[in-house]
């Protein structure tokens, strides 16, 4: 087995190393665009040959879901383009490929968990080119397995955890969107799905959804950042989302259901609030 990370530098990238880096040292090349433009196909079909690569895990994206409504070019290079540049190289050389994708391909008026099978309608350009991206890595690669995931942090690069801790410690007051509905994922628990998914003794394709169990509002999930960091002195104030606009439109509600990944694969998923104490700890152990 040789894999392939996409995206390494990224949240999902760093979580992925550390979880393989550990379970099967050794096996898995990880670039980033210094080192591997996906938008060049034949860079990228280059790469996958010389390098024997038999399975891909696609974590490259491009995530800024505001800047996506402006930069709609360089948004569908990365989440349309390169994804369509790795199915090829997968399908010319017979590697599997896992792909990530996004809550945002619903458009979050459902009244209760989203299945994978579950009509689609993306409202925003990030989730346009995201569902897109499934679409050509099916037709491209129909043995692809895709995994939704929804409100991603770590301890890595910028989210929504970091944030709301250095502005907690920063402000005395914060306001916080209080009806969008979610469920916050711990990007080293959607790594160890993916591990328990690279090694399984069957391969089963098609799109599986992942996040920590329960749900939660931002509003909530910001009050739970202060309680674990222990920051007291921030006041955080909940506002309907028509009081915070964005340039992208968020869905209200993106809850996803689990339960086709922990029945074909057996994954195990956290709490949210377990696995958001555990990333706190290690935030503040590298302060």
Partial sequence: MKILVTGANGQLGNELRNVLEAKIPG????T???ELDLTNAEAVMTFVKLNEVS?????AAYTAVDKAEEQKLECAAININAVQN???AADAVGAKIIHISTDYVFDGTAYRPYKESDK??????YGTTKRKGETALLALAPDSIIIRTSWLYS???NNFVKTMLRLGMERPEIKVVCDQIGTPTYALDLAKAIYKVLISHQWVEGIFNFSNEGACSWYDFTKAIHRIAG???????????EEYPTAATRPYYSILDKSRIKATYGVEV????????ECIKRINKEK
């Fill in 27 to 30: 096996n898995t090349l990880y």
């Fill in 155 to 157: 301890p890595y690069g």
């Fill in 86 to 88: 790795l199915a090829n």
């Fill in 231 to 241: 920051i007291e002195n921030c006041e955080v104030s909940p506002i309907p989302t």
């Fill in 120 to 125: 689609v309608n993306p409202i925003s350009q």
């Fill in 270 to 277: 956290p709490y949210w609030q377990d696995s958001l104490i």
């Fill in 55 to 59: 399975h891909i895990v696609n974590c």
């Fill in 32 to 34: 980033d665009i210094a």
